[in-house]
């Protein structure tokens, strides 16, 4: 009788843990870590703001990273505000052709690029060619210990890597914007002028009666903080990088994909807000030029 006991015992067991139990304990750690990871965060960003408003960086710091976030974003903002301003003018000729409202199109083309696509896309672009950057330098940099080495010569990291960064996005975003609503304009007039045929005079007359100077302000506000967030969300990336060079990948595309997502966000809860604002100010819809 013993020796039956014995060999059912050791016979292996079966997880009697039930479905629901594993996909409450997943889900619970899930939300565990995702709270872990906001206070982090916030921790991180009030680091970073105590020390950019009590000392600034340097000039020399300031201005590299000026020209790595603005200058070398210049050409491919602008490039790509180029083509989506055609691409805008081809896919809505056919509806506006068919009522006879084709010279109208400049209204649509510039509305949705000044107040929408033009600050989100600046910041698309700025995460995927900036912010994915920054945050597979911070990671070699933490996986190199070379963030621990300035710990450890009294130099604080956030004061030295994250504070020029974050300046450097914030400051130089809405001229990212700017260039990205000026060049998908003339591409959108070059397609439906040159190309399309549309009168040149009433292109003009109604695109400039569609644009009000609240739209052009609100794009450049909301890039303001789209900048902010690709800035935070990729140093703290980087300065949280796994080991490896596994780790330095994974950072860098976590960085652009949390970005993103938090772009179009902060986009919609924005617009949201300075819609409330443009018309308990103007209720008949008025424009500011």
Known sequence: MSESA???????????????????????????????????????????????????PSRGTLLINFYQVGALSLPVVALTGTFIGMVLAVQSYAQFHAIGLETRLGVVINSSLVKELGPVLAATMLAGRVGSAMAAVLGTMRVTEQIDALTTMGADPIHYLVV?????????????????????????????????????????????????????????????????IIAVVSCYRGFHCEPG???????????????????????????????????????SGASFI
Do not use: Q
């Not at 039930?18 to 939300?31: D, H, K, M």
């Not at 060049?183 to 040159?194: C, K, L």
């Not at 990948?249 to 300075?274: N, Q, R």
């Open 6 to 56: 014995a060999s059912i015992s050791s016979l292996p067991r079966r997880d009697v843990t039930s479905p629901l139990r594993r996909w409450v304990t997943e889900w619970g750690s899930a939300v565990v870590d995702a709270i872990v990871t906001i206070g982090d965060l916030t921790l991180f960003t009030w680091r970073m703001l105590r020390w950019m408003f009590t000392r600034l």
């Open 164 to 228: 020029p960064r974050f300046l450097a996005c914030i400051l130089l975003i809405p001229a990212l914007t700017i260039m990205a609503d000026f060049m998908g304009i003339v591409g959108g007039y070059f397609y439906s002028v040159i190309i399309l045929g549309i009168d040149h005079a009433a292109y003009l007359n109604h695109s400039r009666e569609g644009v009000a100077g609240f739209d052009l302000f609100s794009g450049i506000f909301k890039s303001i903080f789209f900048g902010g």
């Open 245 to 283: 060079a596994e780790g330095v990948g994974k950072a860098a595309t976590t960085a652009f994909v949390y970005s993103f997502v938090l772009i179009l966000t902060v986009d919609l809860f924005l617009t949201i807000v300075l819609n409330s604002i443009y018309y308990s100010l103007y209720p």
